[in-house]
Protein backbone atom coordinates (compact mmCIF):
# COMPACT_ATOMS: atom_id res chain seq x y z
CA UNK A 1 0.00 0.00 0.00
CA UNK A 2 1.28 3.39 -0.97
CA UNK A 3 1.01 6.59 1.93
CA UNK A 4 0.77 10.03 1.75
CA UNK A 5 4.09 11.97 1.90
CA UNK A 6 4.91 12.90 5.86
CA UNK A 7 3.16 16.42 6.52
CA UNK A 8 -0.13 15.91 4.90
CA UNK A 9 -2.32 14.85 2.31
CA UNK A 10 -1.57 14.05 -1.37
CA UNK A 11 -1.44 17.40 -3.79
CA UNK A 12 -3.88 16.21 -6.75
CA UNK A 13 -2.06 17.35 -10.49
CA UNK A 14 -5.08 19.81 -10.75
CA UNK A 15 -3.79 21.77 -7.63
CA UNK A 16 -0.46 21.61 -8.65
CA UNK A 17 -1.39 23.15 -11.75
CA UNK A 18 -3.34 25.60 -9.77
CA UNK A 19 -0.38 27.04 -8.26
CA UNK A 20 1.75 27.70 -11.20
CA UNK A 21 -0.64 29.14 -13.37
CA UNK A 22 -0.31 32.34 -15.11
CA UNK A 23 -2.04 35.17 -13.73
CA UNK A 24 -6.06 35.68 -15.98
CA UNK A 25 -4.85 39.13 -17.51
CA UNK A 26 -1.38 37.81 -18.40
CA UNK A 27 -3.36 34.19 -19.83
CA UNK A 28 -5.58 36.33 -22.07
CA UNK A 29 -2.47 38.39 -23.76
CA UNK A 30 -1.81 37.42 -26.98
CA UNK A 31 1.91 35.80 -28.23
CA UNK A 32 2.94 39.79 -29.32
CA UNK A 33 0.81 41.51 -26.17
CA UNK A 34 3.02 39.38 -24.26
CA UNK A 35 6.42 39.82 -25.58
CA UNK A 36 5.72 43.52 -25.46
CA UNK A 37 4.41 43.55 -21.94
CA UNK A 38 8.18 41.63 -21.21
CA UNK A 39 10.17 44.47 -22.92
CA UNK A 40 8.13 47.56 -20.98
CA UNK A 41 8.92 45.49 -17.78
CA UNK A 42 12.25 44.62 -18.59
CA UNK A 43 13.04 48.65 -19.70
CA UNK A 44 11.06 49.45 -16.37
CA UNK A 45 13.40 47.78 -13.88
CA UNK A 46 16.76 48.69 -16.22
CA UNK A 47 15.53 52.06 -15.17
CA UNK A 48 14.96 51.84 -11.59
CA UNK A 49 18.39 49.97 -11.20
CA UNK A 50 20.18 52.84 -13.09
CA UNK A 51 18.23 55.31 -11.21
CA UNK A 52 19.52 53.62 -8.30
CA UNK A 53 23.19 54.14 -8.91
CA UNK A 54 22.50 57.57 -8.33
CA UNK A 55 24.36 58.88 -5.25
CA UNK A 56 22.07 62.19 -4.07
CA UNK A 57 19.17 60.48 -1.98
CA UNK A 58 17.04 63.09 -3.04
CA UNK A 59 17.47 62.77 -6.77
CA UNK A 60 17.26 59.53 -6.23
CA UNK A 61 13.38 59.64 -5.09
CA UNK A 62 12.84 62.86 -7.63
CA UNK A 63 14.09 60.15 -10.75
CA UNK A 64 11.99 56.90 -9.18
CA UNK A 65 8.63 59.04 -8.62
CA UNK A 66 9.11 60.21 -12.57
CA UNK A 67 9.73 56.56 -13.94
CA UNK A 68 6.93 55.24 -11.84
CA UNK A 69 4.63 57.85 -12.41
CA UNK A 70 5.45 57.95 -16.82
CA UNK A 71 4.87 54.03 -16.45
CA UNK A 72 1.55 54.62 -14.77
CA UNK A 73 0.29 57.28 -17.33
CA UNK A 74 0.55 55.00 -19.48
CA UNK A 75 -0.29 51.66 -18.16
CA UNK A 76 -3.69 51.51 -20.14
CA UNK A 77 -1.64 51.50 -23.91
CA UNK A 78 -2.89 49.32 -26.49
CA UNK A 79 -2.27 50.61 -29.40
CA UNK A 80 1.31 48.55 -30.14
CA UNK A 81 2.45 50.99 -32.48
CA UNK A 82 2.10 53.18 -29.68
CA UNK A 83 3.69 50.92 -27.38
CA UNK A 84 6.60 50.22 -29.48
CA UNK A 85 7.42 54.09 -29.59
CA UNK A 86 7.04 54.34 -26.06
CA UNK A 87 9.59 52.01 -25.65
CA UNK A 88 11.68 53.63 -27.92
CA UNK A 89 11.57 57.10 -26.23
CA UNK A 90 12.32 55.08 -22.77
CA UNK A 91 15.01 53.20 -23.87
CA UNK A 92 16.59 56.75 -25.44
CA UNK A 93 16.02 58.35 -21.72
CA UNK A 94 17.63 55.51 -20.53
CA UNK A 95 20.66 55.88 -22.30
CA UNK A 96 20.57 59.60 -21.19
CA UNK A 97 20.28 58.59 -17.97
CA UNK A 98 23.19 56.00 -18.04
CA UNK A 99 25.41 58.51 -19.78
CA UNK A 100 24.93 61.44 -16.62
CA UNK A 101 25.58 58.92 -14.20
CA UNK A 102 29.05 58.15 -16.04
CA UNK A 103 29.74 61.91 -16.39
CA UNK A 104 29.00 62.12 -12.62
CA UNK A 105 31.56 59.33 -11.56
Known amino acids: ATHPPPGGARRSASSKMAAGRIPA ?34 DKQHLKNWARQEFKQNKNATNQDTIRMMLTHGNLQLQELEKMLQFAK
Open 25 to 58: AAAALGLREFMLRRKVLSLYRKILKTINQIPNDG
